[in-house]
């Protein structure tokens, strides 16, 4: 059964700007730098198109990189196997966001658990509550903070879905986010 949090509706007309990568799982480990690597290269394109718009370029590569870094960090943390898809596209200042990766059962479980709470409160006031957990507490682990700082700071409108396959004990969770640039 699918399972929904947050806002999964994306706006960007299909004529928009594009980009589909997917990271292969292989021979080559999917691991944090590839995040790091992935996230530059959007920011990039996505900025470059940006210009055309009047928005700040800087500001933009930064605010996309980080973005799509949180949410690559993410799938790699959280997958079990597979590949990870990121599909983005640009059109009149929003840039919209989609990775899908599969998941087995525990993290599917604690993801879920997370994400009703981040979105059912406020995002800024969990940001404080957290920052200020995690610093009572070093081994403190999960805690969402990536995804509340782009909700809070960065106005970032999220949303995610949890389709259990059919075989085995994967999910298939895919992760939306809109960046409105300004």
Request: some cysteine; aromatic content about 8%; proline content about 2%.
């Amino acid at each position: 059964m699918l399972t929904r949090f947050g806002d999964i509706d994306f706006s960007n007309d299909p004529s928009a700007f594009a980009c589909t990568l997917r990271l292969a799982d292989g021979a080559i480990e999917l691991a944090w730098h590839h995040c790091g690597t992935t996230a530059e290269f959007l920011g990039e394109i996505f900025a470059l198109r940006i210009a055309s718009f009047r928005l700040d370029y800087d500001e933009a590569r930064h605010s996309i990189g980080y973005l799509v870094n949180e949410l690559l960090e993410n799938a790699v943390k959280f997958r079990s196997s597979g590949d990870i898809v990121v599909e983005s596209s640009f059109d009149g200042g929003l840039v919209e966001i989609r990775v899908t990766n599969l998941i087995g059962e525990d993290a599917s479980a604690r993801l879920k658990c997370m994400l009703a709470e981040v979105t059912s409160r406020d995002p800024g006031e969990m940001l404080i509550e957290k920052i200020e957990a995690n610093a009572a507490d070093a081994s403190s682990r999960g805690s969402g903070l990536g995804l509340l700082t782009l909700m809070s700071d960065y106005g970032v409108r999220m949303g995610w879905t949890f389709d259990p396959m059919a075989e085995g004990n994967a999910t298939r969770l895919q992760t939306y986010a809109a960046l409105k640039l300004s």
